[in-house]
């Protein structure tokens, strides 16, 4: 639950995450995180009211830095909704097998997460996912670990999707789930509150939606 740990606590994770990525490739472990987006857990619940104060949701927020999220690959909201539709586990298992073998054949690093950098370039998108991807790194204003990051999921997207080549869907779907999504002010992040996410993309946090 990572909006209970300190964030002295947490940004001491961010070495560690970053060095995972150095590490042999069938060595290299997953890291997962999760957390409510305020201290009562209902912020943007679509019918339980919060009952926090704005002050008390910004401290609780504040925990996450820029850099810290950055170490992330993938951010997603869980929201449930009625209008769900449910994936046949046989078709989920067939995808994700073929995906498993698509990455596989790339090289024996652990998947597409643990794609090294001089090898991205293998993973074969086309003129308009590159544009899409480069446009929105360059008006994101993030550092190029965000950029592989994107690349990757990317990749894994059109793996997903049983193609060959990574389209520009993909690239929009890699830019989604990046964590800046999730981006708010914080006065915590050694960026400072100026350099903000939310403030650079004109995004708001997702709970706000």
Request: glycine fraction near 6%; hydrophobic fraction near 35%.
């Amino acid at each position: 639950e990572l909006g209970e740990m300190p964030t002295r606590t947490l940004e001491c994770l961010r070495k560690p995450m970053e060095a995972l990525w150095g590490r042999e490739p069938t060595l290299s472990p997953m890291v997962l995180g999760a957390t409510n987006p305020c201290p009562c857990g209902f912020l943007g619940h679509a019918e339980v009211k919060c009952g926090c104060t704005q002050s008390r949701i910004a401290r609780y927020q504040e925990r996450f830095s820029a850099p810290f999220l950055d170490r992330f690959q993938l951010a997603v909201a869980l929201r449930y909704s009625e209008d769900s539709i449910e994936v046949p586990w046989e078709e989920l298992v067939f995808k994700i097998r073929h995906a498993v073998e698509q990455q596989r054949s790339r090289g024996p690093w652990h998947g597409n997460a643990a794609i090294p950098l001089e090898s991205l370039q293998g993973a074969d998108l086309t003129r308009d996912a590159l544009e899409t991807l480069q446009n929105w790194h360059k008006k994101s204003g993030l550092g190029l670990r965000a950029l592989h990051h994107a690349i990757r999921v990317a990749r894994t997207s059109a793996d997903w999707n049983h193609r060959s080549r990574v389209t520009s869907h993909d690239a929009w779907l890699a830019v989604s789930f990046h964590p800046s999504q999730f981006r708010t002010t914080s006065t915590s992040d050694p960026w400072g509150p100026e350099h903000s996410w939310s403030k650079a993309m004109g995004l708001r946090s997702p709970e706000l939606q």
